[in-house]
């Protein structure tokens, strides 16, 4: 299993960034996978999953802002972040979940991370 983040970098406050995560070496079509960052300091935390079947979770903190989906036939999940803030600075990962529930997706594999700053 491989997963690769790409699209982190550094934005103003209100910009735009879209993350990418090709995935390989599994069905991708058959997982739900999902989006989670980590700041500094804090625990890591889920900001979106999807399921196979395209059904979706975000977080209350993105919710509005933020929207997870997917390309099965580029086996790829991707993360498109508006209105971004300050608070969203973080590394961000890509998993694969073990469950195929949205908001619980229980991850077994992880991407390496990229960073995402919103800062002025």
């Known amino acids: 299993v491989q997963l690769v983040e790409s699209g982190g970098g550094m934005v103003q406050p209100g910009g735009s960034l879209r993350l990418s995560c090709a995935a390989s070496g599994f069905t991708f079509s058959a997982y739900g996978m999902g989006w989670y960052r980590q700041a500094p300091g804090k625990e890591r935390e889920l900001v979106a999953g999807?399921?196979?079947?395209?059904?979706?979770y975000h977080s209350d903190s993105v919710k509005g802002r933020f929207t997870i989906s997917r390309d099965n036939a580029k086996n790829t999940v991707y993360l498109q972040m508006n209105s971004l803030k300050a608070e969203d600075t973080a590394l961000y990962y890509c998993?694969?979940?073990?469950?195929?529930?949205?908001?619980?997706?229980?991850?077994?594999?992880w991407g390496q991370g990229t960073q995402v700053t919103v800062s002025s």
């Open positions: 998993a694969r979940g073990r469950s195929n529930v949205p908001a619980y997706l229980r991850p077994s594999d």
């Open positions: 999807i399921s196979s079947g395209r059904d979706t």
